[in-house]
């Protein structure tokens, strides 16, 4: 079957930590969309707040919805909270301590006062077992069982709810793992199961036990949250089936969801990459960098001839990198493949601060959706980067078009209180500060996908989204020579429009360990074609009869170096396969490295496999609900100590319709305000997106 019926609605909802936006797509596709504040306490009552207004808007049954497509921070939040399950670990004796020893690696070398992530796993709860196999699979121990009988005991008593087991080398024979797991569900039939031989079968003991640990981790938590929201939903009378964003940009079903959570702890971001993306192919720009600014932190995203780059391993739940990328060890590694995203702790929501030297700090602490900005009158009494902006006039100052009531004058007496007075400023001086401050972080998470990565970012546009992206965007351009700026249409609820844009999609990995001129090309081709069929298979058990599309990569690099990089295959029909693989390795490792090894002997370490099912609709056929303008009106707004407060207009998106307007402007929607600056012009594309010349 088809993942949509003809003619059926589809709903997106983008779950986030201040906001909860969704879209519902009519079947001639027409976009409603609806933000709300998230609820922390249970993320699933804001998804069905904003569904019972949108099928009230839409004048349909909840019954007529056919799909739903989900992002959500669930799984991340339960790691940065420290909220997952009991979790146990069984490894092999004499690796109890693995998590601790990890890579050896820290975020900051020279800092001795550093402390890293505590394990997930505390050491009371981590298990060893008698057993050995080498790194081809042989078994040089056979596993004891007495020895599985004594860490079931163990575990009886300390009353565990998850488990993860990692026994060296599963990857190359799963045999032990499964006798372990075999053992464990005879006596403990309740407890959730994670093996790392099905998690992550790839080589390195580290980066599979903390993934596979992770996976276990948050394994009970999005079980029953996905549970509690089929429930919610359930009772509105929606029977539609749920797929859930992976970290990778491709969807899966919300039954292999609860078995791989370690695959959705991107899910968020990833979806505002895929649309930015998407609307990068419709409008020719192949270049761009998607920036998306929420309530709480701000992400980066570099799209380069159209594709998006993808990443075999990220990290979760460190500091957040101020200078470089390349820094590592300072949260849990995930061995999993995931959009290459930047994220500072940069947003609408960020708390705003002055330490004792007298420097300003915007984020990464973030006020949230509760108690929120100062202005948002819930309770909030930190001044945020929210409360900056409506002191400047960015925003509105009595309501925002969204219907939030807003109590501006609370929060310019919360920036003339915690910011002005130290600082010595005016309100107005410490507002812009504030802002400019903030677009400062921005423009870390853009240099670090762009000049930390040998790209020039003046070579790329700007696609800016998120509540908070298109206010400041064009400074932050201009921060960095970038002369064009595109706002889409739906700019704050952008990521969950790019739910709606994913396909289902698996990707496989496998370990294969060999000398590259050792391989026929005719075992290759068998060992890939075997992970696509079980790619296969996997698409078959969710329900998806479509046609696969299915690509191929290895992960290679010269005999004697530590890691890989990864480079597709061709044609599996093609001879000649080891030599092609050969040639493309060595112009990428030029490419990355700056020069290649002719004549050293390769290794291919591991064999990868996308398998995607098309979803066949696309966002050209996505358009707005309505077309309102806002009228002309006008703002006092502040923009610098140069050029002081100007009365700006405030219009509508569709304004610009007719010709291109210099800034400054105001440009008002329900779910996002744009600020064009002064010396940028506006206009909009035939598309109805709105683009910002920036003067640099």
Known sequence: MSRVEPGGWRLGADVGGTFTDLVLLSPDGRATTRKVLSTTANYADAILQGVRELLASAGIAAGEIAELIHGTTVATNAILERRGARTGLVTTEGFRDLLEIGRIRLSRLYDMDQQRPVPLVRRRWRFEVEERLDHKGNILRPLDPRSIDRVIDAMLAEDLESLAVCLVHAYANPVHERAVAAAVRARLPGLHLSLSSEVLPEIREFERTSTTVTNAYVMPVIGQYLSALETRLDSLGMTAPILIMQSNGGVMSARRARQRPVQIIESGPAAGVIAAAALARRVGAPNVISVDMGGTTAKASVIEDYEIKRSNEFEIGGPISQGSRLNKGGGYLLRTPAIDIAEVGAGGGSLVTVDDAGALHVGPQSAGAVPGPVCYDLGGAVATLTDANVALGYLAQDRLPSGLVLAAEKGRRAIEEQIARPLRLSIDEAAHGVYLVGCAGIARAVR?????????????????????????????????????????????????????????????????????????????????????????????????????????????????????????????????????????????????????????????????????????????????????????????????????????????????????????????????????????????????????????
């Open 448 to 696: 670090a996908v762009t000049i930390e990565r040998g790209r020039d970012p003046r070579d790329f546009t700007i696609i800016a989204f998120g509540g908070n992206g298109p206010l400041l965007a064009a400074e932050m351009a201009r921060s960095l020579e970038i002369g064009s700026v595109l706002v889409p249409l739906a700019p704050g609820v952008f990521s969950a429009l790019g739910l709606l844009e994913a396909d289902v999609e698996h990707h496989l990995v496998r370990t294969f360990n060999r000398p590259l001129d050792r391989v026929a090309d005719g075992d290759l081709a068998r060992e890939l074609a075997a992970l696509a069929n079980q790619a296969r298979d996997l698409t078959l058990t969710e329900g998806h009869r479509q046609q696969l599309a299915t690509t191929s990569a290895v992960d290679a690099r010269y005999a004697g170096q530590s890691f890989e990089l990864t480079v597709p295959v061709p044609d599996l029909d093609a001879g000649g396969l080891a030599a092609a693989i050969a040639e493309d390795f060595g112009r990428e490792h030029e490419r990355t490295y700056g020069h290649r090894a002719p004549g050293d002997p390769i290794q291919i370490v591991n064999l990868r496999v996308i398998a995607r099912v098309p979803q066949g609709t696309g966002r050209q056929a996505i358009r707005p609900a309505t077309e309102p303008t806002a009228g002309q009106a006008q703002r006092l707004a502040y923009f610098g100590a140069r050029l002081g407060q100007l009365s700006t207009p405030v219009i509508g998106r569709f304004d610009l319709a007719k010709s291109a307007r210099p800034g400054p402007l105001l440009i008002d929607e329900y779910d996002a305000t744009t600020l064009v600056p002064p010396d940028c012009t506006a206009r909009l594309d035939a598309l109805g997106n709105i683009i910002i010349a920036v003067e640099t």
